[in-house]
């Protein structure tokens, strides 16, 4: 899963993306000069994997992987578009959804305004898509006019998404639009499922706010540089210091989760003595396509899937416990893969 952190200049960005990640990227309350994106790979945590991992013993134990990419620089659609766009959107094109940041601490004497820089980036993604799809139009009625190849069924979609954008409106309520694979080469900014992180100041409470959470938008609350600072600390002492101010759980678990849960991403694993690991495939994918996530000679080559859910292997307290009794199923091409399967593929190449 890839992840791209947006924001207004001085959000905190870089911030979220050091309390995400352990990083120690620069953090700036000045704005000048264009940086490099701040890149990193987290692992997921999952504690099913660490039993797994007890009980097998393997040479190897791989989660997944969670890719956040902290884009320097700005949106902004009135500034020089294409120059500071096409470098935005190289960067965002391939991420799976937007980590939205928003300031909720003050900064150089002026209060925190969350709801306005909240709108004030959307409205900023609304109109970079407008402007997209305004001019795809135009080439696409001139192609379609010298009866070229253009795809009048193209055409009419980004009729739709201009409408929907004229309004104001993000793409990403419109599932046919933003899902639609005739758009999808796009990578419209407004269609992409997005988490908004508000990044609280570690003086005021965590608390709610007047946020207006546009439709489909998931909302999380990180303390930016209080985490910041924990992440930096060894896992004992950050456990330690979590204790005493009454925090749960590290941001990035519940940022990850909250991910995966927006995008309907679910986990199963493979098993063994040289290696267990974790897998990320979309909710409902069927055996034999999860199989080409672990490789696509197996995808190929699929004949059945020998399945236990990780409850019942637990339950039983090992795979041929599960077997004994009657907990190890043997499953089709056909059949869904589900959170916390257990997965023998059987295939032959
Ligand atoms: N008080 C406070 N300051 C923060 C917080 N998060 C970021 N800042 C400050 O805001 C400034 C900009 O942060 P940075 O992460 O560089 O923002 P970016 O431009 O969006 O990447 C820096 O001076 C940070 O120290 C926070 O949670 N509380
Ligand atoms: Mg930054």
Redesign the pocket.
Known sequence: MKLGIV????????????ALTGSTA????Y?GGKKDPNLAVVKVPDGRLDRLSSMYEPKKTTPARVHYV?IGGTVSVKKDIDSSMDEFMRFIHPVDALVH?V?????AGEPPRPADDLDALESEFVLADLIAVEKRMERLKKEIARARKGDPKELELLKEAYTILEEGEALRAYPEIAQSPVLRGYAFLSAKPCILVL?????VGLGTTDLRLPKGVVFIEI????E?ELAQLSPEDAGLFREDMGLEEPATFRLIRESYRLLGLISFFTVGKDEVRAWTIRLDTPAQRAAGAVHSDIERGFIKAEVVSYEDLMAYGNYSGAQKAGKVRLEGKEYLVQDGDIINFRFNV
């Open positions: 924001g207004l200049p001085g959000s905190g960005k870089t911030t979220i993306f050091n620069e953090t700036s309350a704005q902290d940041v300031r909720n601490f003050e900064r990044n609280s100041g570690d003086e303390k930016g540089r209080l910041m």
